[in-house]
């Protein structure tokens, strides 16, 4: 009997430890039997482009538990089952982050991807979960409600099952634990921001007309300079390295992996869209800038 959870999270911001709200559904004997849904206080901001996504606003978190609070009731309603996620690298982020945020005890959790699954099942012109739907001629009401979403890949499961004999058969080969991340490149990245963000000035005698000066800096790509030396620069001329792109006054870009745009470069291509003021300043321009200031 194929037995499993189907989980998704939606965030409040660009940082993985920011949910707002999660939804898992309970699947046994190929049946959904039960489902949870809560409201989530994130206790950091909102940002604009991720309310345009879920709709859930600052207001309507106020008196919503915070997750220290939600958490002991998932572990509850998943038990030692494994866990589904449509995109599961995001949601597992979001869970493993938030765990480590409140210091809480990390569980072992096997966890697979069904949209990893979908890729390695079916052919489709996209895996996403909207095009998974339609691919199987389903109905979807309201995408990116984490309650919907989790049925959404919790119906999608149930179907690409019925090419193996059980899940038990496919997670043979395609398990995760989420007590595996602690060792993912994922955090090395989240030490490594860590180590930026504690980047002192070595000046007090800050250039008030520079462009930095006093603006948040977001940096994505490889540029001229070590990332190190780039936020030394920004630091040094009253200015703040921004780790999320939502919250960056300043955009500095430099050559993508594959010449293709980053999941950074299209946060700010929409915020652009949406109407919001983002300065772009590429490598070369960067260059003239150090130049000019010198």
């Given at each position: 009997?194929?037995?499993?959870?189907?989980?998704?999270?939606?965030?409040?911001?660009?940082?993985?430890?920011?949910?707002?709200?999660?939804?898992?559904?309970?699947?046994?004997?190929?049946?959904?039997?039960?489902?949870?849904?809560?409201?989530?206080?994130?206790?950091?901001?909102?940002?604009?482009?991720?309310?345009?996504?879920?709709?859930?606003?600052?207001?309507?978190?106020?008196?919503?538990?915070?997750?220290?609070?939600?958490?002991?009731?998932?572990?509850?309603?998943?038990?030692?089952?494994?866990?589904?996620?449509?995109?599961?690298?995001?949601?597992?982020?979001?869970?493993?982050?938030?765990?480590?945020?409140?210091?809480?005890?990390?569980?072992?959790?096997?966890?697979?991807?069904?949209?990893?699954?979908?890729?390695?099942?079916?052919?489709?012109?996209?895996?996403?979960?909207?095009?998974?739907?339609?691919?199987?001629?389903?109905?979807?009401?309201?995408?990116?409600?984490?309650?919907?979403?989790?049925?959404?890949?919790?119906?999608?499961?149930?179907?690409?099952?019925?090419?193996?004999?059980?899940?038990?058969?496919?997670?043979?080969?395609?398990?995760?634990?989420?007590?595996?991340?602690?060792?993912?490149?994922?955090?090395?990245?989240?030490?490594?921001?860590?180590?930026?963000?504690?980047?002192?000035?070595?000046?007090?005698?800050?250039?008030?007309?520079?462009?930095?000066?006093?603006?948040?800096?977001?940096?994505?790509?490889?540029?001229?300079?070590?990332?190190?030396?780039?936020?030394?620069?920004?630091?040094?001329?009253?200015?703040?390295?921004?780790?999320?792109?939502?919250?960056?006054?300043?955009?500095?870009?430099?050559?993508?992996?594959?010449?293709?745009?980053s999941a950074k470069d299209n946060a700010i291509t929409n915020r652009i869209a949406r109407g919001e003021e983002v300065q772009l300043i590429s490598d070369d321009?960067?260059?003239?800038?150090?130049?000019?200031?010198?």
């Amino acid at each position: 009997m194929n037995e499993f959870i189907a989980l998704d999270f939606e965030t409040a911001n660009g940082q993985p430890a920011s949910v707002c709200s999660v939804g898992m559904v309970k699947v046994q004997g190929n049946m959904m039997t039960e489902t949870f849904y809560t409201l989530v206080n994130p206790e950091t901001y909102f940002s604009k482009g991720n309310i345009a996504v879920h709709g859930i606003k600052p207001e309507d978190v106020v008196d919503a538990p915070i997750f220290p609070d939600v958490f002991p009731h998932m572990m509850d309603f998943i038990g030692d089952l494994p866990v589904v996620a449509h995109f599961a690298r995001f949601d597992m982020s979001v869970l493993y982050q938030s765990i480590e945020r409140y210091n809480l005890e990390l569980p072992t959790m096997p966890y697979f991807c069904s949209c990893n699954m979908a890729r390695k099942t079916v052919k489709n012109h996209s895996y996403s979960l909207k095009n998974m739907m339609k691919f199987y001629d389903l109905d979807f009401h309201g995408h990116h409600h984490a309650l919907n979403d989790a049925k959404a890949s919790a119906m999608i499961t149930l179907r690409l099952l019925k090419h193996y004999d059980s899940l038990e058969d496919y997670l043979k080969r395609h398990r995760s634990y989420l007590s595996g991340m602690k060792y993912k490149k994922s955090q090395q990245m989240s030490r490594y921001n860590a180590e930026l963000n504690a980047i002192k000035p070595s000046t007090k005698d800050f250039d008030l007309t520079h462009p930095f000066h006093d603006k948040k800096i977001a940096i994505s790509g490889t540029l001229h300079l070590k990332r190190k030396d780039i936020v030394q620069y920004i630091v040094d001329h009253g200015g703040q390295y921004e780790t999320d792109v939502e919250q960056a006054d300043i955009y500095l870009f430099g050559k993508q992996k594959n010449n293709k745009p980053s999941a950074k470069d299209n946060a700010i291509t929409n915020r652009i869209a949406r109407g919001e003021e983002v300065q772009l300043i590429s490598d070369d321009k960067l260059k003239q800038l150090i130049e000019f200031y010198k």
